[in-house]
């Protein structure tokens, strides 16, 4: 079991940049993949970004790819979401979460979940 908290949201104009951190518990995640998931009222939970933990790779949602950076820490155990160039349609409650090994898009592929940290982008 892996604990997982989110922070760095909050209300920001359209274009401007947030970073969102995900600090995992103390432990080896040299085979996890880290994934990025938001989710607004009345649709499902959608994927954004993901990085291996172990590595370099990273993927990202086609709505996001060109303004949103995975990168990780690894002596902090952290994980983090480099928002740029934000539009009022990135308005969520972005999640972190954790799996064991390949990269895997689908919520439903995730075992562990922290609670969400709200961005709001106004325009």
């Known amino acids: 079991q892996v604990q997982l908290v989110e922070s760095g949201g909050g209300l920001v104009q359209a274009g401007g940049s947030l970073r969102l951190s995900c600090a995992a518990s103390?432990?080896?995640?040299?085979?996890?993949?880290m994934g990025w998931f938001r989710q607004t009222p009345g649709k499902e939970r959608e994927f954004v970004a993901a990085?291996?933990?172990?590595?370099?790779?990273?993927y990202y949602a086609d709505a996001v790819k060109g303004r949103f950076t995975s990168s990780r820490d690894n002596a902090k155990n952290t994980v983090y979401l480099q928002m740029n160039s934000l539009k009022p349609e990135d308005t969520a409650v972005y999640y972190c979460?954790?799996?064991?090994?390949?990269?895997?898009?689908?919520?439903?592929?995730?075992?562990?979940w922290g609670q969400g940290t709200q961005v709001t982008v106004s325009s």
């Open positions: 103390g432990r080896t995640f040299s085979s996890y993949y």
């Open positions: 979460a954790a799996r064991q090994g390949a990269y895997r898009a689908s919520p439903t592929d995730y075992k562990d």
């Open positions: 990085i291996s933990w172990s590595g370099s790779s990273t």
